[in-house]
């Protein structure tokens, strides 16, 4: 946050300070298309190229507006509006997809809506301890500091952002004893400097040394007093954990945790002790020298959350199909932002408008289930240069690339988007875990799913903090609003072929040779293990024969246990393997030969369907 926003954590003596936490969730911002394609009772694999761009696909590409997504843009961002608030409210009602005028640019006072530097769902509670230093939080970081005889256990642990999102790092914090945590942002890897390479926001991209980057420390999705079921209204009547019962869950963070700028970690750093951290854990150039602790420092802060539930508006749109419209195909964007949300979400939501909620998937699980074809979500539409970088499962591969085809590079057009992706490696990854805004739909109703932004997240310095503005976007992020309007082209045109191919355009033929990877990797994994994979390779061999279509991605693909964020190929199994390696109990070991055949079970379902069998 702006310097005049935060005040910087004092050490000892202890002056405590208390900033508010509140709740904020994410949330769908969904519009439906009706499928009208025919689903058939057989599978097909798209072999042959498809046709040319109709003429209806040729003119859906001369929609998109640069001019228009400038000004859908500059208007879902004048405020900041976390999700619950009045502003994210208000920023649903006027979406016409015409605005003629805007007011100017408020962000100076707009600046004061915003709330104090938080994560939300952090642990309530006030600590005066002395500091150690993790690095990245990683489970290995702890594990280094506890060779070296550093026990965490009562001290506060010091993290900065750039592998974990922030629920994994104050979540390994917890593990490993720590008594409250800080994250902050370090210079070497989002900041900038006056005079040097990287300059510093408004001159450059890179975040002030006052920037701050807040998040979400719940491991989870939706609204944690309800999770995996249908949330509802403020006073509705519908089942809720209780504030004992959540606070319990594993789920929430269980102690206090606060994000904090590149100027006060660095402060804090100062006044450590200790042995020096390793090379790869220090700072950038001009940093101090990074010590590992403990002390002679002891860090006084008291957090107190604000736990309060507010209602959250989804807003939804339907086009309903000729032909099959109980078939859906959705895409999706949230659209509250932690403040003004210039790239994060509100470039996704500003690239949607020109094309025409996790609460809302669990209510609806049932019927998506048998009835969605497939959902596409887009968070952030840019983050600037760096070409078109898609994630999806994998049956939508072919049909990204084919889309891809069809739109111009924006920042070579002599190109296309396929162009800008393909020097990647891979050019497609895979979608992300439990953390992200479309977890509902991938793993918990098993819905084929698609993200995609364009540039590089390296390039986005900025995100989740008081910088992730209108003004960033304009100058640094996509200057001529050209990448928004390419973005959503690719993302219309795979609707558009999702709701109107006779066919649905799905290929799976790939898939079999990918869990063969996975498979590979997990033996490799587990030489020694005491547990046979043939099952697994003789149902991955059945799905290769049948050229395939597999139904249920929700067993191949789920966040990692390590990294909510993250994705985890088989996780059943990878889980219950590492659990096994650690005990290594006979019990350990069975359940994980369980998990190899309930896989196994799941390919040779998806193989009897493609051969018209009986599963």
């Not at 932002?337 to 996790?358: R, Y």
């Not at 078109?388 to 590079?409: G, H």
Request: glycine share 8%.
């Amino acid at each position: 946050m702006a310097g005049s926003k935060q005040d910087p954590l004092l050490l000892h003596p202890p002056t405590p300070t208390a900033p508010n936490g509140g709740r904020a969730g994410r949330r769908r911002f969904i519009a439906f298309l009706a499928a009208a394609a025919a689903l058939l009772a057989s599978y097909h694999v798209l072999l042959a190229p498809p046709p040319a761009a109709s003429r209806y696909h040729a003119l859906f590409l001369t929609l998109g507006s640069n001019s228009t997504a400038s000004a859908h843009l500059r208007a879902l961002t004048l405020r900041p509006h976390v999700a619950g608030s009045e502003a994210n409210a208000a920023a649903a009602e006027p979406f016409p997809l015409v605005q003629e005028t805007y007011p100017g640019d408020p962000y100076a006072e707009a600046a004061a809506e915003v709330v104090p530097t938080y994560f939300a769902y952090s642990g309530s509670g006030s600590v005066a301890a002395e500091v150690v230093y993790a690095n990245y939080g990683h489970n290995e970081d702890y594990a280094y500091l506890a060779a070296r005889g550093l026990n965490v256990t009562g001290m506060v642990a010091l993290m900065r952002y750039g592998d974990l999102h922030c629920e994994d790092m104050v979540r390994n914090a917890r593990a490993a004893g720590a008594a409250a945590a800080i994250v902050y942002t370090d210079a070497k890897d989002f900041g900038g400097s006056k005079g040097g390479r990287k300059k510093a926001f408004p001159d450059g991209r890179w975040l002030p040394p006052t920037g701050v980057q807040v998040g979400s420390v719940y491991y989870g999705n939706g609204d944690p007093t309800t999770p995996l079921w249908p949330s509802c209204a403020p006073g509705d009547d519908c089942e809720r954990l209780t504030k004992e019962e959540l606070d319990g869950s594993e789920a929430m963070p269980g102690i206090p945790a606060l994000p904090v700028s590149a100027r006060d970690g660095e402060t804090i750093l100062k006044a450590m002790g200790g042995d020096v951290a390793p090379a790869k854990w220090q700072g950038g150039e001009g940093a101090p020298v990074y010590r590992l602790g403990p002390g002679p420092a002891v860090l006084n802060f008291t957090y107190i959350g604000n736990d309060t539930l507010a209602t959250i508006e989804n807003v939804f749109a339907v086009i309903e199909g000729k032909e099959e419209p109980d078939r859906y195909v959705i895409i999706g964007n949230h659209r509250d932002a932690w403040t003004f949300g210039a790239v994060d979400p509100n470039s996704g939501t500003a690239a949607m408008l020109e094309i025409g909620s996790t609460e809302w998937a669990e209510e609806n699980m049932d019927l998506l289930g048998s009835r969605a074809i497939a959902y596409l979500n887009v968070d952030i539409s840019i983050f600037g240069p760096g070409g078109l970088m898609p994630r999806a499962t994998p049956q939508l591969d072919e049909l990204i690339k084919e889309a891809s085809k069809m739109v111009p590079n924006p920042d070579e057009p002599s190109q296309t988007l396929y162009d800008s992706m393909m020097p990647h490696h891979p050019p497609i990854t895979r979608v992300a875990g439990a953390g992200t805004d479309f977890a509902a739909f991938v793993q918990h109703i098993g819905v084929p799913s698609l993200d995609m932004s364009y540039g590089l997240f390296e390039e986005y310095p900025v995100y989740h903090s008081l910088y992730d503005d209108y003004v960033w976007v304009e100058r640094f992020g996509d200057p001529l609003f050209h990448r928004h309007v390419a973005v959503a082209s690719v993302w219309g045109l795979i609707a558009l072929k999702l709701a109107d191919d006779e066919i649905i355009p799905f290929n799976y033929v790939s898939y079999a040779s990918e869990l063969e990877e996975y498979a590979k990797d997990a033996v490799d994994n587990c030489k020694e293990c005491p547990v046979s994979f043939s099952p697994l390779h003789k149902s991955i061999r059945q799905l290769e024969n049948a050229a395939t279509k597999i139904h249920q991605e929700k067993k191949i693909y789920a966040s990692s246990d390590q990294d909510d964020w993250g994705t985890k190929a088989l996780p059943g199994i990878v889980s219950a393997m590492d659990k096994a390696k650690k005990s290594n109990t006979t019990e350990s070991w069975r359940f994980l030969q369980h998990e190899i055949y309930r896989v196994a079970r799941a390919v040779s379902k998806a193989s009897a369907v493609l051969d018209g069998r009986l599963t």
